[in-house]
Structures are given as structure tokens and as C-alpha cells.
């Protein structure tokens, strides 16, 4: 299998890059008949194999999507740690080619190179990839997740639980800085998508006033035309008056330019990599905003998979999401106590689970 291995950019270091950064291995694999180039992360098996989505996106260049896995692959580690989940955190990237002619011969190749991890690492759906695709792979490995299940079960689609869990957040955030529950508060949700709609009904079941926008005006219509929700500029959901800002859309949108404008008091939503920099934790601390970590906020699909993997009843399983209220305020109490930034103190617990 000569042409499996991928050897890498000539001038991209990768082993100075994983070195420096403690981590646990990245695997770089190339077929060329398959027009498959596969990254897997394995940021740590401390806690247990490795859990995270699979990624098929066109990158510029191999760097930034060998960088991208790295990054993905520790944030799911801490992800899984702070959450108590017994699994480290790993991450594919498929640089996706201009056409995939035979998706299914692409992911079967896929699952190979799972295969070559033996168990070390789980795969399952992410950007660009679909529980199809997820059931492709299951034709050549057992270590997938979120493919398409025959038997009764709660919902395929991790997104109903991780708007679940960015509920309980939100509600531990608004309780803890605010001292109420959600009824009469008014949140701005960034992003319609799976999560952000649901999320949004579920905010309204719970007497909360809804502010959203996406870049699909479809989206927000349908929630209009169903609910009292109040549709909102892309440009301005940022800066719209609210108690807690969702972002429910894509990372870095809390960065240098946008946190001069912000009018919330509280910043709790799904998206991943919400802050342009994790500077910027710090900056909010001082502002008095306080931000809930993304991968706090955002536990809930994880939690949702990695029940999944172990056969939990659905009872279970939702005990487990219903957990995250409690989770999250005793960690936003902490940070509290110690005066210091809730990222501060959400990355040096989520370490500390990884190393016990
Ligand atoms: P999605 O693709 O279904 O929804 C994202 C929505 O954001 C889309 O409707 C899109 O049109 C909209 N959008 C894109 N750019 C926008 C902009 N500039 N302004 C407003 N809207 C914009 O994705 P999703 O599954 O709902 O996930 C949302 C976020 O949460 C992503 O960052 C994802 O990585 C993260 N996340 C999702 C899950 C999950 O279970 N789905 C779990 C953890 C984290």
C-alpha cells in the first residue's frame, strides 16, 4: 500500500508541529484511485478511543487541513474530558476533491484507515460528510457513529440533543449572571440551521423571547411564519439588544472587530471556535459578558454519540444531556469564586480530566 502513505508537504514540519503541541498522533493517508487524502487526529486515548466527526471540505492547501485536524482533534478531547465522557478526542479531514466520482468507494477507503487505527479512534458525521456517507463506512468498519440506525431510537441526528444541551446551558448562564430563569429573557440566535431552530423552539417552550437571523432567509421565515420570533439582519444579530447571544452559525465571529458592538450579557450558543482568539475570553471577562465555553455549551451531540457507542437507553442517554444544567453551573460558579475567566477555568478542568 506504497501509495497510502502520504508523505507530506516538503516544507511543512509535521512531527515539530505535533511535538510542540503534545499530541497524541496524526496519520496522513493518500490514495490516489480513491482521490482520497485522509487526515486522523488522534489529539489522546487517555480517558478512552478517540470520538470525532469525519470532515470533507476543499482546503487551500494540505497545511491548513492537516492544522485544521490537529486543532479539531484536541478541542474534542477537551470536549469529551470536561463532559466526563470516558473518550479522548480525535478528528478526520477529507481534503475533498473537485468531484468525488463514487462516494461510496471514497468512504469504504475511509474506513480503512479507521480500520488502521484498531479502535483507537471512532469516526462519525461532521461538515461536508452525512449519515449516508457514515453508513458507507460502516460497511467496512465497526468504529463509526452517527450513521443511519434501523431500530427505534431517540433521533438520528446529534444536532436535537446538542440544542438541547446549549438549552441547559444557556438557562445554568442566565440563572447564574442574572439570577432568573428564561421566561421574558430575549435571546439572539446567529444561524437557523439544524441546531439553531431547534434550539429556538425549545427557548420558546420555555417562555423566552427569540431574535434570529441566518444567511438563508428561508430558514428564518419558516420560524416566523410558526412562532413569535423576530427575524434580524445578518449584519445586526451581532449587535442586537439581548440577554444571551447564540452564536449558531460559525466560529470566529466574537473577534476584535465585532466585541466593541456586542449588547448582550451573556454569550452561550452551538458553533464551534466562537472566539476569533482565546484572548478574547479575557477581554469579555473584564467587559462583564459572561461567555460559556462553545465546547461546554455544545457537549450535548458528543454526549449523544458517545451514548450511542455504549448502548444507553434513551432515558439514559437524556439523564446524561439533562446533567449539563448542573455541570454548567458549577463550573460557571467556580469561575466565579476564582475570579477568573470561564474559558480559563473550563480549559485547566477539562486538562485535569485528561491526565487523572
Ligand atoms: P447547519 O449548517 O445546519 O446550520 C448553520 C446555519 O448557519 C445555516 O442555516 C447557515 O445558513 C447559517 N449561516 C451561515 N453563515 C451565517 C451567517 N454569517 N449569519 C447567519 N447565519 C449563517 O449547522 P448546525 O448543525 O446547526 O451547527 C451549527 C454550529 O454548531 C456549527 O458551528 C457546528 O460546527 C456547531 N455544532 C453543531 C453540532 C451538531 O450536533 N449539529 C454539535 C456541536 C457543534
Redo the contacts with the bound molecule.
Sequence with gaps: MTNDVFKGPSNYNIVDSIQSKNYGGVHIFHCKQSQLTAIIAIHSTKRGPAIGGCRCLEYSDTNSAIEDAINLGRAMSYKAAIHDLPHGGGKSVLIKPKNIHNRQAYFHKFAEYVNQMSGKYITSVD?GTSTTDMNYVLEKTEFVLGYNRQEEHYSND??VL?AKGVKHAISAAVSHKLGSDLKGITVAI???????SILCELLIKSGAKVKI????QS?VNALVEKHQVEAIS?SDIISTECDVLAP????GVINEESIGNLRCKIICG???NQLSDSMIAESLHKMGILYVPDYLA?GG?LIFVASNYIGDTDGVMLSKIDAMHERVKNILSIASSEHKSVLEVCNRLALENIER
Design positions: 461538515s446529534p444536532s446538542t446567529q444561524g437557523a440551521g439544524n441546531v439553531g437571523s441566518d444567511i438563508d430558514k445578518n449558531c452559525a460559525l466560529g452551538a458553533a464551534n455544545n451531540g
